[in-house]
């Protein structure tokens, strides 16, 4: 059989198959669309039908059927059982799909009577409870019509093919409609999942936030109960956390928080706090977390970081306030200025390592030395940060540069500076003065012990070194300031044999009046004890120091060092001891409990499990514990 009929613009005839049915098409004649219609099938051989029969036939079909009785009426009935109380009853099948209340008196529950399942006990002219009787039913199909869409699904490809040779042509789905489809698709997943991702982050950062807000509010709380001349550094430690966590955000606001949260650490705590051994480390934890707020050119566009230095000529708008890490860095530097000539030679090292890291060794040479030291000790300590520059980069120009400097100066300049000597020695300057005499036999001089032990070491002659600094001197720390740099410029075996005669040294002072170590020392040798995995040296170290919030600091940043010396260890809190007794707690207890805590939420990643074990330490540290779980979320999100 096939399909007949006239195009309805040109009446243009067509014969075309079944299966073509209710498509859409191009007319070849007039290029009119058209639709296909469907067949009209009348068999060859059906008797014609005259008007009297089609009457009667259309009579009987519209014919009632007999109304049934009342009686057969009741006796048709639905089984109803209640959801509620699983009571059953019967109800009229005329009631069926209406609403009742169940019979039983206890329940009284409103239910519907249910529909019939056997269609064929229900009467036709029964009026239907789901719509009106001759409502149309969308999955409704009747019989004798094709159905386009189910039509086309069975429709071969070679079939549509070879509907060409008809001359008709039908219509493919447009490419940009395709293109459109599919992109659409695309971004809808694009989105689906950015949302999730966002879901996540905002989540996770959200939780963070608090835990570093509760830090803080918690310490406020419980502050009263510390020691009065240590207050000031526990909120310093608070402050210096939750700027670095701010910063680690990387938003303009969070930059915004990190700025405030490290001015509060310098000016409203520490300028306030005595100058103690603890004071100064603390100074020097926040010196370092300072030079996060740098970025490159691209961050500072876009306010996520800061600017290194001053840029000259720079135009600002009025009251606008311009932030480097220059100027953020010497305000704490600067307050550090008074601190033991040791404590700022080792922090001035560690401030070059870390500038150096970053591609800033001028804005070391620049700020430390005129920042961290008096006038008198500047030549000597540009030379020592020249000399850590090269010791991370020989092939760096600013060694050089710096030794051309301090050469310019005259011998009267440079007399008597130790590291001046060893730089001129180290990179041979042309010209250079003799600053330092080299060493003699017998008792060595201190500028000479210094200046050739830090020469021995940048040449490797490790020995040497090491025997030169044992060398006996007018005073035990000379000894052990030159050990002090054998220990940290030393690899392995030779940095243990230098911690091990450093020890001698200081326990020889114990009970000495007239050769007492310094401190700041013997706290340098706990934290490279640590550092080196040595904690059961560290704690002989710290328990020498007879202060005992110098003696807490040095255990809980020996115990920090180690940590950070095996970062896919977990970390144990005993490995931070801390006092019953609120009076006793130190900030160093909270400074190793916070690494604690951050190294093994950084490991686990469980912020639930982890929050658990840090609620259950003594109150005053556990601030510094949430502290360190919300840095620690972030460490296993960062590289």
């Not at 803080?216 to 909120?235: C, G, I, N, T, Y």
């Not at 996060?292 to 001053?310: F, H, I, N, Y």
């Not at 001046?420 to 003065?433: E, G, R, V």
């Not at 720390?477 to 091990?500: F, H, I, K, M, V």
């Amino acid at each position: 059989m096939a399909i007949e009929f006239d195009c309805p613009h040109c009446q243009h005839h067509y014969r075309l198959k079944d299966e073509l049915a209710g498509k859409s098409a191009t007319c070849k004649n007039c290029r009119g669309k058209i639709v296909i219609p469907n067949p009209v099938t009348i068999p060859d051989d059906a008797p014609a039908l005259d008007a009297a029969a089609a009457e009667a036939a259309a009579l009987a079909a519209l014919a009632d059927d007999p109304v049934p009785t009342a009686a057969e009426q009741a006796a048709r009935i639905i089984d109803v059982e209640c959801q509620y109380c699983n009571f059953k009853w019967t109800e009229p099948i005329a009631r069926a799909g209406k609403n009742t209340v169940c019979k039983n008196p206890e329940c009284k529950q409103r239910i519907k009577i249910p529909e019939p399942k056997d269609e064929g006990q229900y009467d036709w002219r029964q009026t239907r409870t789901k719509g009106p009787s001759l409502a149309k039913k969308n999955n409704e199909k009747l019989e004798g019509v094709v159905d386009a869409a189910a039509d086309a699904k069975i429709v071969s490809g070679t079939a549509l093919k070879e509907a060409d040779a008809t001359g008709i042509e039908l219509d493919p789905r447009p490419l940009k409609q395709k293109v459109t489809f599919v992109l659409l698709a695309l971004a809808l997943v694009a989105c689906v999942g950015f949302g999730i991702r966002y879901l996540i982050t905002s989540s996770t950062s959200s939780k963070e936030d608090r835990l570093i807000a509760e830090a803080q509010d918690e310490l406020v709380k419980s502050a009263e109960s510390l020691p009065k001349d240590e207050r000031p550094l526990f909120h310093a430690i608070i402050h210096t956390a939750a700027g670095e966590h701010a910063l680690r955000h990387d938003g303009k606001d969070k930059l915004k928080a990190a700025l405030e949260q490290f001015a509060k650490a310098r000016d409203e705590y520490l300028r306030k706090s005595p100058a103690t051994a603890a004071r100064n480390a603390v100074g020097a934890e926040l010196a370092v977390a300072t030079l996060g707020l740098g970025g490159t050119d691209a961050e500072v566009s876009e306010q996520k970081r800061v600017r290194w230095t001053p840029e000259p000529n720079m135009k600002v708008r009025p009251n606008e306030r311009v932030f480097t890490v220059y100027e953020e860095l010497q305000k704490t530097l600067l307050v550090l200025q008074g601190a033991d000539p040791d404590f700022r030679a080792a922090l001035a090292r560690r401030l070059t390592r870390e500038l150096a890291k970053r591609g800033q060794t001028a804005l070391a040479v620049d700020l430390i030395p005129l920042a961290l030291f008096p006038p008198t000790e500047y030549v000597d300590a540009k030379a020592l940060v020249a000399l850590e520059v090269y010791r991370g980069d020989k092939g760096s120009p600013v060694p050089a540069a710096v030794a051309d400097d301090l050469t310019g100066r005259g011998a009267d300049a440079v007399r008597g500076a130790a590291f001046a000597q060893t730089l001129f020695s180290t990179l041979k300057t042309p010209k250079a003065p003799l600053a330092v005499a080299p060493p003699g036999g017998g008792a060595v001089l201190e500028n000479t012990r210094m200046a050739y032990t830090a020469l021995y070491l940048m040449e490797e002659k490790w020995d040497d070194a090491l025997k030169l600094a044992q060398r006996a001197g007018s005073a035990p720390d000379q000894q052990l300031r030159a050990l002090a740099l054998c220990a940290e410029w030393s690899p392995g075996p030779n940095a243990e044999a230098a911690l091990t005669a450093a020890f001698a040294v200081v326990s020889a002072t114990k009970g000495r009046k007239d050769a007492v170590a310094s401190p700041h020392l013997v706290v340098r040798f706990a934290q490279l004890a640590g550092a080196g995995g040595k904690p059961d040296l560290a704690k002989q170290f710290a328990q020498s120091l007879p202060d005992e919030g110098t003696r807490a600091w040095a255990l809980g940043d020996s115990a920090a060092l180690r940590i950070q010396g095996a970062p896919k260890e977990k970390a144990s809190a005993d490995m931070v001891e801390v006092p019953d007794d609120s009076s006793k707690v130190r900030v160093g207890h909270a400074w190793g409990r916070l690494w604690v805590a951050r190294q093994n939420t950084k490991l686990s990643g469980d912020r639930s499990g982890e929050l658990k074990d840090v609620n259950s330490w003594p109150t005053p540290v556990v601030p510094f514990g949430k502290a360190g779980i919300a840095l620690g979320l972030q460490d296993k999100d960062r590289p």
